[in-house]
């Protein structure tokens, strides 16, 4: 882990990711890492956990899932923020081998000693947004333009773009 990063518990949820040293803006943290997975095989084994509201997957690419589940490291502990102070970059591989593409946290500003890192994690849902669903995917962040859920809101679809790489 980067000497800059520790993970203890957080107030947002669970475990969280926190600043030791002072952080400037732009600065690469550190890979989400595990292993990767199809979104076929990720929807095999994991049908039964639909349900929890918590997962370390986060889609790579069209072929690709990031399972953290699976050799994952500290950066599935970052939990997600309606005003976050990191970004999750897509790096697509220079060879056009969406196997290799990766995804690392990166500061969207300076970030103190103590402060917890956080990014939206943008999850988009192909089924509708019901109460039962925002319950599951609720948001804890405590910001002031907190949502109350980690669900975005659909977006019609744009020729020629690429969306940000967002957790599943």
Known sequence: MPANIATRRSNIHGNGVFATAPI?????????KGRHR??????RVYADDVDTGHTFLFTLNDTYVIDANIDGNAARWINHSCDP??????????NG???KDAVFIEAMRAIKPGE??????????GEAHTPRLKKLWACHCGAANCTGTMLQP?????AATKSKARRR
């Open 154 to 158: 659909k977006r019609k679809p744009k």
């Open 24 to 32: 400037k803006k732009g600065t690469r943290l550190i890979e989400y």
């Open 38 to 43: 199809t979104h076929q095989e990720v929807d």
């Open 116 to 125: 917890e890192l956080s990014y939206n994690y943008g999850i988009v849902l």
């Open 97 to 99: 081998d969406p196997a």
């Open 85 to 94: 102070n990191c970004e999750a970059v897509l790096v697509e591989d220079e």
